[in-house]
């Protein structure tokens, strides 16, 4: 089903959802020791243009670490699929498998479904809130014309833009330092992963890549 004007407008105001910030923090669930493969996975990246320090996975509930996973589906390898009820992302690969990130998602009345394609990807992007979320919130009016990249920006280290028939969504898949976001329903809409997973992903897909969201994870798989 393709992304549709209705479905990436939200609120009786037509909310444009490119804000990708959360608003309100939500405690972790308590997490198990981590493994060395996952220290090493989520370590520092001090070569990054900002560097990037290493993700606290008492934070993160081990259940959305980056794994390799058994997934059986129809679609082509190389696609990116949304599991939004579980909070995964997946990205399909050869011999029944994919590479699956824990996400966070938008926050119920933000949420949306669809069929796309990823039309470019930029590391250490700019984020520009829209007009509407500079009319709620007037603090963020000094970024109308964008907010520099850093450590600090929403975006994170990496994003990927998701546009239908030739018309920019809004919508990203990006990166986040917030750890304690992952696996919950927090953001205005976007599909945020942890920086170093975010950065795992956009080395995997190229731009055109083709982007799935679904609401209903029994239209997944099979």
Wanted: charged share 20%.
């Amino acid at each position: 089903m393709p992304i549709t004007r209705r479905a990436f407008l939200a609120g009786s105001s037509g909310l444009l959802l490119a804000g990708c910030s959360a608003q309100t923090r939500q405690l972790a669930a308590p997490s198990l020791a981590a493994e060395p493969v996952h220290l090493a996975m989520y370590a520092a990246m001090p070569q990054e243009r900002f560097p990037l320090p290493a993700v606290n996975l008492k934070n993160v509930d081990p259940a959305f670490y980056r794994t390799m996973v058994d997934y059986p589906t129809a679609e082509p390898v190389g696609t990116i699929i949304v599991d939004t009820p579980n909070r995964y992302l997946y990205l399909t690969m050869e011999n029944g498998q994919a590479m699956r990130y824990g996400v966070g998602i938008g926050r119920a009345g933000f949420s949306w479904d669809g069929e796309a394609r990823i039309a470019w990807k930029r590391a250490w992007p700019t984020w520009t809130p829209p007009a509407e979320m500079i009319a709620r919130q007037p603090e963020l009016e000094k970024y109308r014309q964008g907010m520099e990249p850093g450590l600090d920006n929403p975006l994170g280290a990496r994003a990927l833009y998701i546009f239908e028939g030739g018309q920019d969504t809004l919508y990203r898949v990006h990166g986040t330092s917030e750890e304690w976001s992952i696996g919950k329903a927090v953001s205005s809409g976007c599909v945020r992963l942890l920086n170093q997973d975010v950065i795992d992903l956009y080395n995997r897909v190229p731009d055109g890549s083709r982007i799935l969201v679904r609401q209903d994870s029994s239209t997944l798989v099979g």
